[in-house]
């Protein structure tokens, strides 16, 4: 929940580039374009790739496998679902030697 009296209204900078700020409830629109520049980075992508394969892959994927699951991630506009769909359905995730490596 936004609460306006509790918001920072001064300038910020965001991974090296200024981010205005913003008084009352427009407060939220400076949070929505900081989200929106967290999520347009590679790094969120890999992020969020890492942790899906993690969970319901093993412990320590391998890079290659995070890397074409952020891959699809971004081209799906980090949409869990279809990031959830591509992992799914991957060689490595299907792998026989991969069946029971991780119980949940």
Not at 9 to 27: C, I, M
Request: with cysteine.
């Amino acid at each position: 929940m936004f609460k306006p009296g509790l918001h920072d209204d001064g300038d910020k900078v965001l991974f090296g580039e200024p981010l205005a700020g913003r008084t009352g409830s427009a407060g939220v629109e400076e949070g929505e374009e900081a989200l929106d520049r967290i999520c347009a980075r590679r790094d969120c992508a890999l992020f969020l790739a890492r942790r899906l394969a993690e969970w319901f892959g093993e412990h320590r994927p391998p890079d290659k496998v995070v890397e074409a699951l952020a891959d699809a991630l971004v081209e799906h506009d980090l949409d869990v679902r279809e990031g959830l769909r591509v992992l799914f359905r991957s060689r490595w995730f299907l792998a026989r030697d991969r069946a029971f490596s991780l119980v949940r």
